[in-house]
Structure formats: C-alpha cells, structure tokens
C-alpha cells in the first residue's frame, strides 16, 4: 500500500510541482539561513580592522611622542601616558575580543595574543619606562631599542589585520558561494519544474484540446495520445473512452436513424401506392387498366415476380381476370379454379401454395356481405413478405373489396332505382292516361249505338264532344307526364324555384310572386323533386281552371316545418272539385305529399281564388342537397 502511494506520488503532476515548490522554498530558506550565519560571523570584522589599523597608528604616534620629547629635551609624561592609556584601550576593544572569542583557536586568536605578550612584555615597559619623571632624554641605546620593538610590534600588527582582512574575504567568499549555490539550485529546479510542466500539463492539455477541437467538429475518431498515470494522463482515458462511446453512440443512432429513414421511405412508398390505388379505385374500380397499374406498382415494392386480380363469377362459369402480369393461370382448370375458390371456405388472411418457382399467396377480395375476387401473387424464390409488406397488402386488399362492395351495392341501387322509377312511371300512366283511356273506350263502346239510331243523333253529338274532350285531356296529360319524366335537377333548390316561376309566368302571362325562406334548411333530393312535381302541379292547374289574374308561390322554413303554399286570385273551387272527371292531378298531388310523410289542403282564398298548402318536416341529410338527374334521386 506504501509503494503504491509513492508511486502514484512519484507520478503526479501535482505533488511533482510540489515537491519542486518545496524545493525551491527549502533552497532559498537555506540559503538565506547560511548568509544570515555568514553575515553574522563577518559581523564587526570591519571594526576590528579599523581597530587594528588605529593601533599601528597609536604604536607610530607613541613612539613618535618619545622621540619628539628626547629632541625637544621637553618630557611631557601626560601625553604619553595618555597614549599609552589609549593603546591599551584599543588593544581590548570589543570588537577584537568579539572576533578571537568567535574564533579562538584560528591564527587571528593566536596572532592577537602575541601582540599582546609583546605589547605587555616588550613595548610596554619600554614607554612605560619612557614616562617615568627620572628618565634620560638621550639615551640611545633605549630609543634604537624602541624601535625595533615598535618595528616587530607593528609588524604582528600588520599581520593581525591582514589576518583580519582574509577572514572577512574568506567570509564574503563562502557567502558569495552559498547565494551563488543556492540560486543555481533555485534555477535548476525552476528549468526541471518548467519540463515537468511542458511535458506533464503543456502537452497533454494542448493534445487534449486537439482532439476535443475535432470531436467538437463531428470528428469522433479522435483520441487523446496521453494516457499516462498522471492526472491528465487520467483525464485524457477519461477522454478516450467517452470519446468510444459517444463514437459507438453515434453509430447506433445513424444506424437508427438510417431504419428510420429507410422506414419513412417505405411508408412513404406504401402511402403513394395507397393513394394512386384509392384514386384509380374511385375514378374506375373495375377497369382492368386500373388493376394493371396496381398490380405494377405493388409487384415493384412487395418484390413479386407476376400476380394476378380474378374476379369470380356470379352465374358459375370461370372467373374473370381483370389483370395479371403472368401470364396463363397456372391453377386453372377445365372446371374452374379450385384454389380460388377453396380460400372462400378458409378464415384466414391468405393461402400459401409452395412451388419450386417461388411460393404463391392467394388473398380473396371480400368484405362483409360477400366475395368478389382474389389477387394471386407469386413471390420470388428464397423470398417472403416483411410484416410492413404483409400489412400493406391487406390494406391494398381491403381498398379493393371496398370498391368492388360500393361497384356492386351501385349496381344494386341503380337497379332497385330503376325499379322505382318503372313503378312511378306506372302509376303515373295508370291514374292519368289509362284512367283517361278507360273513359275514352266506355264512351266509344256507347257512342257505336247511337250511330246506328238516326233518332240518337243528338246524343250522338254530345257523346262525340265528349270523346274530342277527352282526348285533348288525355294528349294534355300525356305531354304533362313527358314534361314531368324528362324534368332534371340541374341547379340549386331556390334556383328551381325560381326557374318554375318564371317558365309558368311566362307560359301562361301570369304574374306568379316568389317568396323563398329556407335559410338553415337542408331538404333531400327526393323532397326536393316531390315538392317541386306540387308546385308544377298547382301552377299547371292555376293555368288550366283558375282564370286567374296573378299567383302567389311561397316556400317558407321554421323550426324543421317547411310550408308551401301556392294562391292564385281566380275563380276559385267548384263545389266538388275532387269528384272531377279529369282531375287526376290533385290526386297525384295528395300521393305525393303521402310520399313527404307531410299533408295537403287545398282550400279557397279568404280574399278570393284558390290556395294549395303543403306542410312536412325537412329531413337533415349528412350532405348538402347536391342537384342530381331524376332518374339518379329516384
């Protein structure tokens, strides 16, 4: 555990700058500790040698002072007792003292106690000597014996202070060293913390940088080349390996992204071939060129190799084939087509039928009601639908037995429509005209008596009269119905009621006044047509009986109650105007009304004339009242 911790303090760039901080702080203490030691030792060295400098001067002014006495014959004991005083004063300063106590075994300690045995046992007794009262002024032997002493005295002291001087040199030296080392270690470690720096945070940290640069631009293959164990070393696998996953990352999500867009294309592809086929499916859902192009479409995007759109008879025979891309059916025989027809009585999507040419699906084509075809695909060997394709198909499928189901329920209505209308044709014919036909024989059978009675001659007359006018009335009715069969919507509602208006006004020069109200109103066709075969009728009738000067046409809306109500100013009603010979239209016109669920009254006007009102409630269709032909809202 110890190993390991010095190793990973061995390897820290951290605790390397550290240690070269330290380094540095413990050189320059070091070193400032050693010159502060240094500067103390050399302390007071400069007095010393002043010192020493003055005795060689006080010795010369002491002998000095002796030989001026003994020239001048004058002895001035003071002066050289006081220098005598000074001297010794001198030669135990402090600061001579201070540099033998610190060194007392060097040869400053041994030179400084030579001086003072000389001066205690040499010099001293001499001018000691020379001071006393009693002493000659000329004695020669003395004075050259003074001097000499003086010679050697000063001599020692030129060698205390050159002593004194190389100490303090040598002082200056080993500080001058100790500032000289300490700053090249300072340096040293500064250049070794500088590498430590380049190489361990400068590099790593510009490289890191490098690849983040390149990352940042989508680049994800870029990797950091420091992976030592130190903490940019750590940072930069750290880099690598969020740099592999986020590369590894990258690539899933392309890949799925790449699905995706493959998938969007495929939907995309699917709803096109969708909608081209509902579009050809609504414009003609039982062309072969429809089936054709969606045969194309869907073998180039389910990868078939043909198929095949059969409808299947009605009356038994062989199917029809509508379409096919391959060619003779296979599966065909002389007495029908088995597998076709087996998928009929099997609740399942589709049959497979294995060959060694590819597998073939046979999907029927039905809805809820009934049957109507199969497709039959043939898939390309080694080869099968994708669940999207398999899904395809069945809507594909599904749209198709729609249109087929709407063909034949059109077919159905058309047929059922056709029928209604051949029914109302009949009981048109059969309340007008063979009603008015049936009169016509009754009357011809009794007018052949009376031809052969010249006595009946007269009644013969009226009864021919009688004939004339009912053929005019039957040849009227006839054109009224041709009128009312051939009668188309074209047009809105209020624009018919408008267009009725204006062709009875005109054919009869009678002002007819129109007032519409319908707003929020939605009537169905078939109201539409039967309210307006009313109003055709009471405007026909107000033509034909009425004598009128002007008419009145009012259809009015409220609350789901629709109110027609046609007037005129005419002559008005008989006394029993249904009991009319002729008068079969008011009896259609009550038909009619039946038809609305509505009823009719047909009444005098209070201020003269004739009134006919019609009352029903509006039928609120999902669509708006679009105008079709008769024949079609029948």
């Not at 590498?195 to 390149?214: E, K, N, Q, T, Y």
């Not at 013969?460 to 009912?470: I, K, S, V």
């Not at 204006?502 to 109103?521: K, V």
Request: net charge negative; glycine share 8%; hydrophobic share 40%.
């Amino acid at each position: 555990m110890g190993r390991l911790r010095e190793r990973l303090m061995a390897r820290s760039i951290l605790l390397s700058l550290g240690f070269a901080l330290f380094a540095m702080t413990l050189i320059g203490v070091g070193g400032m500790t050693l010159s502060v030691v240094e500067a103390e030792r050399i302390q007071g060295s400069g007095s010393a040698i002043n010192v020493a400098g003055s005795l060689r001067r006080l010795t010369h002014r002491m002998s000095a002072l002796v030989l001026s006495d003994a020239e001048n014959r004058v002895r001035d004991h003071g002066r050289l007792r006081e220098a005598i005083a000074h001297f010794e004063k001198s030669l135990n300063h402090p600061a001579l003292r201070r540099v033998m106590t610190r060194k007392p075994d060097s040869d400053y300690a041994r030179t400084y106690a030579q001086i003072r045995q000389s001066w205690e046992r040499g010099l001293k007794p001499l001018l000691v000597e020379e001071a006393l009262p009693g002493a000659d002024l000329h004695p020669v032997s003395r004075h050259n014996q003074m001097l000499e002493a003086v010679e050697v005295f000063v001599d020692e002291l030129n060698t205390l202070v050159a002593q004194l001087e190389a100490d303090t040199e040598e002082a200056i030296l080993t500080l001058r060293s100790v500032l000289g080392g300490a700053l090249v270690l300072i340096v040293a470690v500064v250049l070794g913390a500088l590498i430590i720096v380049r190489r361990g945070v400068l590099d790593p940290l510009s490289d890191l940088l490098r690849s983040a640069a390149r990352f940042a631009r989508g680049d994800f293959t870029a990797r950091a080349r420091h992976e030592g164990p130190d903490e940019l070393g750590r940072v930069g696998r750290s880099f690598n390996l969020m740099a592999e996953e986020l590369n590894k990352l990258y690539a899933d999500l392309e890949r799925r992204v790449a699905d995706k867009t493959a998938e969007l294309e495929r939907s995309n592809q699917s709803l096109e071939l969708l909608y081209h086929s509902i579009a050809r499916l609504h414009n003609a859902p039982t062309a072969p060129e429809t089936y054709h192009a969606m045969l194309e479409d869907m073998g180039k995007l389910l990868g078939l190799r043909g198929s095949m759109a059969c409808l299947l008879p009605n009356l038994g025979g062989p199917a029809t084939i509508l379409s096919d891309t391959l060619g003779v059916c296979p599966s065909r025989e002389r007495d029908g087509c088995p597998h076709c027809t087996d998928i009929l009585r099997v609740d399942q999507p589709w049959i497979r039928l294995p060959g060694p040419e590819g597998e073939t699906l046979i999907v029927p084509l039905r809805d809820m009601e009934r049957h109507y075809g199969v497709l039959r695909l043939v898939l390309p060997p080694e080869h099968h639908l994708a669940p999207w394709q398999e899904q395809l198909l069945q809507a594909l499928c599904r749209h198709i037995s729609i249109a087929l189901g709407i063909t034949y329920r059109t077919e159905q209505e058309r047929l059922i429509a056709l029928q209604e209308e051949r029914s109302i044709i009949a009981r048109e014919l059969h309340d007008s005209l063979a009603q008015a036909l049936s009169y016509l024989k009754i009357q011809s059978s009794l007018l052949q008596p009376m031809l052969s009675d010249p006595a009946r001659q007269p009644d013969a007359e009226r009864t021919l009269a009688d004939l004339r006018e009912g053929i005019s009335a039957a040849y009227r009715q006839l054109r009224e119905l041709l009128a009312t069969f051939r009668l188309r919507m074209q047009g809105d509602f209020l624009e018919l009621l408008s267009l009725t208006a204006e062709e009875f006004s005109a054919r009869g020069g009678l002002p007819i006044h129109l007032d519409t109200r319908l707003t929020g109103c939605r009537l169905s066709p078939n109201q539409e047509i039967h309210t307006l075969q009313i109003i055709r009728e009471a405007l026909s009738n107000i033509l034909r009986h009425a004598h009128a000067g002007q008419a009145w046409l009012e259809v009015r809306h409220d609350d789901g109650q629709v109110t027609v109500r046609v007037a005129d100013d005419g002559v008005g009603l008989s006394d029993d105007p249904l009991d009319g010979t002729l008068h079969y239209g008011l009896a259609i016109m009550h038909e009619r009304a039946a038809g609305l669920r509505g009823d009719i009254r047909i009444s005098p006007r209070a201020e003269g004339g004739t009134q006919v009102v019609l009352r029903f409630r509006a039928e609120h269709a999902p669509q708006p009242s679009a105008p079709l032909p008769l024949a079609d809202a029948a």
